[in-house]
T-cell receptor, first 111, second 116 residues
Framework: EDKVVQSPLSLVVHEGDTVTLNCSYEVTNFRSLLWYKQEKKAPTFLFML????IEKKSGRLSSILDKKELFSILNITATQTGDSAVYLC???????????FGAGTQVVVTP | GAVVSQHPSWVICKSGTSVKIECRSL??????MFWYRQFPKQSLMLMATSNEGSKATYEQGVEKDKFLINHASLTLSTLTVTSAHPEDSSFYIC????????????FGDGTRLSIL
């Protein structure tokens, strides 16, 4: 059975701190690992990772995939209150790109 | 690009009512659409996958006669919750992918369904 595990489940940081979110996965016919940010509505896409060891960056966010260890991390540097959200990790399989989501990490950034 | 619109955003109705939720891809052709359900403080659970012009594939434990999915065109999929009951109250979210291989799913804004 496919499984995606995220840690920690929640954390509270101060503005300006750096956070690292973890995601381990076991997905049959694995194709890619995706990160999404969810605030009050539906998830918004952050990154899709298909190759090991290649860091993807978007502003203060970055992510990397380790296909040998079946692991990915999402880093947020210089956090702002607008980064407060649930961050979801999902593994995509070859079967139409079906996603298996983790439980999410709730990040709270305090002023 | 890659905008997915979902309607309505919020529904409150009486037990026994059937509710239809629409999911549209606004600026791309969605060959595959996905329907998820999310309970409070939980992650997204895939309900079904639908490819344009064919029957939906339902996940284990999801009643296909209860949750009717139609994907009649490349820009529209609908989910109908038939004879809804309070336990069907949840946040329903659709997503879509286009023809190109290895593209991320893009999500609609979700529909909050409350059955009284």
């Amino acid at each position: 059975e496919d499984k995606v595990v995220q840690s920690p489940l929640s954390l509270v940081v101060h503005e300006g701190d750096t956070v690292t979110l973890n995601c381990s996965y076991e997905v049959t016919n694995f194709r890619s690992l995706l990160w999404y940010k969810q605030e009050k509505k539906a998830p918004t896409f952050l990154f899709m990772l298909t190759s090991s060891g290649i860091e993807k960056k978007s502003g203060r966010l970055s992510s990397i995939l380790d296909k040998k260890e079946l692991f990915s991390i999402l880093n947020i540097t210089a956090t702002q209150t607008g980064d407060s959200a649930v961050y979801l990790c999902a593994g995509a399989s070859d079967s139409w790109g079906k996603l298996q989501f983790g439980a999410g990490t709730q990040v709270v950034v305090t002023p | 690009g890659a905008v997915v619109s979902q309607h309505p955003s919020w529904v409150i109705c009486k037990s026994g009512t059937s509710v239809k939720i629409e999911c549209r891809s606004l600026d791309f052709q969605a060959t595959t659409m996905f329907w998820y359900r999310q309970f409070p403080k939980q992650s997204l659970m895939l309900m079904a996958t639908s490819n344009e012009g064919s029957k939906a594939t339902y996940e284990q434990g999801v009643e296909k006669d209860k949750f009717l999915i139609n994907h009649a065109s490349l820009t529209l999929s609908t989910l109908t919750v038939t004879s809804a009951h309070p336990e069907d109250s949840s946040f329903y979210i659709c997503s879509a992918t286009g023809r190109e291989a290895n593209q991320p799913q893009h999500f609609g804004d979700g529909t909050r369904l409350s059955i009284l």
